[in-house]
């Protein structure tokens, strides 16, 4: 188990419950698959394929995963049976087709093929750190992390949980402007993304550019704002970072990785990665709070 993409969260208030309580909770909406007429399906499946517990405890991190399965109906299947239908109906009355019943029949069409539409899961898993009041979410989707957050609302009946370090928003950019407060043991790698604060379509890309360019320094210099960068901590992990504290293509390394080889327990892989992600966001945590310290 090693998380590729991270979405955080913070607790605003500790959740008090027991992993007893846990797997009783998640266990009233356990996966399921979609039935003939329906569209997508969400609910909890055992994180660890060994394992038949909705949440399992290893150190002070709760494991758990859901399910999310969808109908796989190609948009482009759609319109062309709506294109035909469309078709059929100027032909046989002369008449165009207005919205609102364009619509109507789009939504039959899509009724009608759901039966015979292909399941697809997707499994999304997350760690909670009870030691740090975190959530995260092994995602690279806003829309996913919303949706697991909300599934995960309605089975335990609370979350009261904000997106990681949200009143910091320019940090990224700050580390580069400031290396004095860049997180210890962080590096720069060769990938940087520049925006324009005024215009989002304004944008500037570098690849294997050295750091210290010309070409960079005129992009600050036209107000442009670091958005994206790919970073290094202490030579175990190597991942992309942007504006909206998502970590992405996370990749560890092999010095990593070989720690966990001599066991054959998920769980082994599972805690050494969550400490190392636990060290990672430690690090920044130092960071912005000097940031905070200096506002």
Not at 3 to 30: C, G, M
Not at 54 to 82: G, M, S, W, Y
Not at 94 to 106: A, L, V, W
Not at 158 to 184: C, E, F, M, N, R
Request: with cysteine; glycine share 4%.
């Amino acid at each position: 188990m090693w998380f590729k993409n991270l979405i955080i969260y913070s607790f605003s208030e500790p959740l008090n419950i027991s992993v007893d309580e846990w797997n009783q909770l998640l266990a009233a909406k356990p996966a399921t698959d979609c039935t003939a007429l329906q569209e997508e399906t969400f609910g909890w499946i055992p994180p660890f394929k060994s394992g038949q517990l909705l949440c399992e405890k290893v150190n002070h991190f709760l494991f758990i995963a859901a399910q999310h399965q969808t109908k796989d109906i190609k948009p482009a299947a759609i319109n062309e049976r709506l294109y035909r239908k469309l078709d059929a109906i100027k032909e046989k009355e002369g008449r165009s087709i207005g919205r609102k019943e364009r619509e109507r029949i789009k939504e039959e069409i899509r009724a009608d093929m759901m039966p015979q539409a292909f399941p697809v899961s997707r499994k999304i898993l997350a760690f909670i750190d009870t030691q740090n009041q975190r959530l995260v979410i092994n995602t690279g989707s806003a829309t996913d992390a919303d949706s697991f957050t909300a599934h995960l609302r309605e089975s335990l009946g609370t979350l009261k949980v904000v997106p990681l370090w949200q009143q910091i928003t320019d940090a990224l950019h700050g580390y580069w402007i400031d290396p004095s407060q860049k997180p210890t043991n962080t590096e720069w790698l060769g990938e940087l993304s520049f925006q324009m604060p005024q215009d989002s379509t304004v944008k500037a890309r570098f690849n294997n550019l050295a750091l210290e360019g010309i070409t960079i320094q005129g992009c600050i210099d036209d107000g442009m704002r670091l958005v994206q960068a790919s970073m290094e901590f202490d030579s175990l992990i190597n991942f992309s970072l942007n504006s909206k504290w998502q970590f992405k293509r996370i990749k560890y390394r092999d010095k990593l990785i070989e720690q966990a080889q001599d066991s054959e327990d998920p769980r082994t892989d599972a805690l050494l990665m969550a400490e190392t992600i636990t060290d990672l966001l430690a690090a920044f945590q130092a960071s912005n709070g000097q940031m905070l310290d200096a506002a």
